[in-house]
């Protein structure tokens, strides 16, 4: 079963726009990362977040974590169209797991 | 993409064939890991190794075994391929545990 879950699956939001991710969890975490595919490639390693923090940039991302709520959000300010792809976010316990991952379209 | 290649890039076989999938690093990392992506059920780890000769089961290992007599190579075989291994298969790597990982760029199979 998926650990995480993201939450929309789907997002669709112009230009310039911030876009947020949600991902949720069940069980406690070593760490959370939030990775980036684009179509018919790999996934790719965006930020990690360790459970002992509560917040990080990198860049036009933050990332939140809330391990009370078992719950993190990804967000992506002044988005671009270069921005579109799906989002995965991965709980690091003894093996990372994906979950199924958020569609984000840019429209420019 | 990090210094890791996967072959062949695109393959389709008939049912009932067995399958290698190659995984190459050139980063050393100890850490190997394979993984199918399918529409609705996202990334899923069907085995990893944490070192040579040294490997274990994800959550979808039936039908799939591995192997990694070197730091550099991890195999992946489908014994006999069935459609339901119809997927695309990613390879991974990781230097330390509860670190990124860094991903291949993937292997479309098709089994007809």
């Known amino acids: 079963s998926q650990q995480g879950e993201e939450d929309p699956q789907a997002l669709s939001i112009q230009e310039g726009e911030n876009a947020t991710m949600n991902c949720s969890y069940k069980t406690s975490i070593n760490n959370l990362q939030w990775y980036r595919q684009n179509s018919g490639r790999g996934l790719v390693h965006l930020i990690l977040i360790r459970s002992n923090e509560r917040e990080k940039h990198s860049g036009r991302l933050r990332v939140t974590l809330d391990t009370s709520k078992k719950s993190s959000s990804l967000l992506i300010t002044a988005s671009r169209a270069a921005d579109t792809a799906s989002y995965f976010c991965?709980?690091?316990?003894?093996?990372?797991?994906f979950g199924e991952g958020t569609q984000l379209t840019v429209n420019p | 993409d990090a210094g890791i290649t996967q072959s062949p890039r695109h393959k389709v076989t008939e049912t009932g064939t067995p399958v290698t999938l190659r995984c190459h690093q050139t980063e050393n990392h100890r850490y190997m890991y394979w993984y199918r992506q399918d529409p609705g059920h996202g990334l899923r780890l069907i085995h990893y190794?944490?070192?040579?000769?040294?490997?274990d089961k994800g959550e979808v290992s039936d039908g799939y075994s591995v192997s990694r007599s070197k730091t550099e190579d991890f195999l992946l075989t489908l014994e006999s391929a069935t459609s339901s291994q119809t997927s695309v298969y990613f390879c991974a790597i990781r230097d330390r545990a509860f670190y990124e990982q860094y991903f291949g760029p993937g292997t479309r199979l098709t089994v007809t």
């Open positions: 991965a709980t690091s316990g003894s093996r990372l797991t």
């Open positions: 190794s944490y070192g040579v000769k040294d490997t």
